[in-house]
């Protein structure tokens, strides 16, 4: 079935403070504007919401701008395939479109990345964001145990989040060294929006122990998590929880800009002072191009849209300039201070599912081969969620590079693979004539 077409001058991918913020700005200069969202509603993973009502001013005053500026908003709908910088397909709710475009704002943001544990797919384990976007649908906390383990600012925001709704709380392990997350404060909090919402975060769970140098080591239980043991500076603690949210970080999310030939370096799509990309025609905005907070992703946004729409002396406004390098500063501190310590990649057990689309197990897996070994003889990430979990991982673990992208794309969103999901069925037994651990797969095979 052919699609229908559709004819604008911007498109944007992603309904973030980035994303609405390049709409907004590219469609008060009169061009015409579609914005396009995975979501149900516009404001991404930090401004979801089943009411406007909940959101703070800024996201209810950016979401009011692009109303009234003629902004097409198609959510729940998601790019398929890049055919090139001048045409994107999508599907929706009202089925396949092709968008021709004499622009692309990227604007996709970022999502949880997962190292495997013992127990991670249990039920009741989920990402951190994930546990945050359960809350925000709906879903009650209310006198539940549960226990945050993982590492940065998120850890602290979904804590108070938690708090406020009533769950108890019964421990935040944050990963990074005590001396570690201090240096980052002394930087961070010299600005005093920060510092306010910084203590009113930890202010709304006062209660709770907030660790440092801690991680879940494994997740107990049978049919759901009954338990979670926690490794701490005192040693190891086993806690009974309802839930646990746990998750390594974010990872920019660069399927459609691999998928249009732009750049990606240190897993962050790359762009210059005006926020475009390798590939002309296409820019990118917000954590897609780096972590670095929705201020920052605002003031990207906004260069990104007024440069899409050719006001290049717009978009060089130092006000905008300023905002986005305090991000990008703040984004390179938060980095440094919570990186990964190395005793997170050694918690998979032999019989840890590594690709929960494919039950892959790690004992299946070879650190020896390449990307595409593990494919053909295990099929890890090569499920429906096309690696956007595993293929972190991997890379963390293995030292794997990024996935090859190919169409149609249609990853699900951050937190969804870990609400709920257990293995479906045992990992396959390796059959007669698999290789050895080691082996090159590729043997006595043509083409």
Known sequence: MTPRRREVDVVVVGAGPAGLAAAAVAAEAGRRVVV?????????????????????????????????????????TTVIDAVSPRQLLVDGTDGAVAIDTAAIVLATGARE??????????????????LQALL????????????????????VAVAAALAHAGAHL????????????????LHAFTNSSRLRDALRYRWAFARTPYRTGAWVTAALGGDRLRSVQVHTASGSRNLECAWLGCAAGLVPNTEVARLLGCTVRADRIAVDHLQATSVP???????????????????????????????????????????????????????????????????????????????????????????RQAKLWTRVGMGACQGAVCGSACSALFGWPANTVRAPLGAPSCGTWL?????????????????????DPHRDRVG
């Open 281 to 371: 025609g296409v820019w990118a905005a917000g954590e897609c191009t780096g972590v670095k907070g929705d201020a920052a992703a605002i003031a990207e946004g906004e260069i990104a849209g007024r440069a899409a729409a050719g006001d290049e002396r717009g978009a060089m406004s130092a006000t905008l300039l300023r905002a986005r390098d305090d991000g990008r500063l703040l984004g390179a501190r938060m980095e440094s201070a919570f990186e990964l310590r190395s005793e997170l990649l050694d918690l998979a057990a032999p019989d840890t599912i590594i690709c929960r689309c494919e039950d892959v197990r790690r004992d299946a897996i070879d650190p020896a081969w390449t990307p």
């Open 36 to 76: 396009v969202d995975q979501s149900p509603r516009a404001g991404g993973q930090i401004w979801r919401h089943r009411d406007e009502s909940a959101l703070g001013r800024v996201p209810r005053a950016l979401l009011a701008r692009v109303a009234s500026a003629g902004v097409t908003v198609l959510t729940s």
């Open 113 to 130: 990345r997962f190292l495997p544990f013992p127990g991670w797919t249990l039920p009741g384990v989920a990402g951190v964001g994930g």
């Open 419 to 439: 609400i709920g999901l257990t293995p479906s069925t045992p990992p396959a037994t390796p059959q007669p004539g698999q290789p050895a651990l080691g082996e």
């Open 170 to 185: 019964v421990l935040v392990a944050e990963q990074t060294p005590w001396h570690r997350v201090a240096g980052f404060a």
């Open 136 to 155: 925000k649908g709906g879903t009650s906390f209310h006198g539940k145990r549960v226990v945050l383990a993982g590492t940065g600012p998120l850890l």
